[in-house]
């Protein structure tokens, strides 16, 4: 979870933009993935957990439309839910909350009307998820302002459709589903297909260190979107729903498979096998 001081930065903001205090504060982390590249997309298994970074959405219900205030970047948001919530520009942090938001409106847990001020300390285009730590926070901070009790899969599935629809990236459900389910002290082995979650226990003589490499990176304007299409193509190339249901002997018959998709999925076939022998160690 995000520091304490992230949690007074946001409430700070939250006084500052809107006066008076928040009704409450939700949270939710970044991630990083300790194996299982590109399988997620492929319905396949992953092993991330959760960082001590996250987001944190202090909100308070009240008025007849969203205000937003975001405290890393000073600026703000206002919409209702009459508006067409996606018209914010590409990669505008404003997407990831308005997406949210008419997710949950969807399904009648959003009040009419709201202020959320958001902090966060997860470094961003940093490959450490705060995109989705931020769709999980907003969504868990506007469903308890409606009362609404919902469960974790179910927000991270909403959060998944919000980043795919709002944002413009294909990604896959590994980030939202840890950011939601991750435990302390645990990594998280996903099964992408079923969604179910298994904790994974982190040695306790093991700590996991994340250097940055002062590479930027961003999924939706990265080749990212372009490799999913590669792995699809080798899947109908099989004949197979996804790359999951591939195997090395599906490789050796793959006449007229174009090579970089091939490649592609023979990465996707041995990192499962890699990411199940790595949570069973």
Not at 129 to 138: F, I, K, N, R, Y
Not at 146 to 155: F, H, K, M, S, Y
Not at 204 to 223: F, K, M, P, Q, T
Not at 254 to 280: K, M, W
């Amino acid at each position: 979870m995000a520091e304490q001081a992230t949690v007074e930065r946001a409430k700070r903001a939250f006084r500052e933009a809107f006066g008076g205090e928040p009704d409450l504060i939700a949270q939710a982390p970044g991630r990083v993935n300790l194996i299982g590249e590109h399988t997620d997309y492929n319905d396949g298994f992953v092993l991330p957990l959760a960082i001590d970074r996250g987001t944190v959405v202090a909100a308070r219900r009240g008025g007849s439309d969203v205000q937003v205030y975001a405290a890393d970047f000073d600026e703000e948001d206002r919409f209702t839910f009459a508006e067409r919530l996606g018209d914010a520009a590409p990669g505008d942090w404003r997407n990831y909350v308005r997406g949210m938001v008419a997710m949950l409106v969807e399904l009648e847990m959003a009040p009419q009307g709201m202020q959320l001020a958001i902090a966060g300390d997860v470094p961003q285009g940093a490959g450490l998820s705060s995109s989705a730590s931020l769709e999980v926070a907003v969504g868990l901070a506007v469903a308890r302002l409606a009362g609404a009790e919902i469960d974790l899969t179910r927000l991270a599935q909403l959060a998944h459709r919000a980043e795919n629809e709002f944002a413009g990236c294909a990604c896959g459900i590994m980030d939202q589903l840890v950011s939601a389910r991750a435990e302390a002290e645990q990594a998280l082995l996903i099964d992408c297909r079923s969604l179910d979650c298994r904790p994974v226990p982190v040695p306790e003589n093991a700590a996991v260190l994340i250097v940055h490499s002062g590479v930027e990176r961003g999924l939706v304007d990265s080749a990212y979107n372009e490799r999913r299409q590669q792995c699809e193509a080798a899947a109908a190339h099989f004949r197979l729903a996804a790359l999951r249901d591939a195997s090395l002997e599906h490789l050796e018959g793959a006449d007229g498979l174009d090579p970089l998709a091939r490649s592609r999925a023979r990465h996707v076939i041995t990192e499962n096998a890699r990411t199940l022998a790595a949570a069973e160690a």
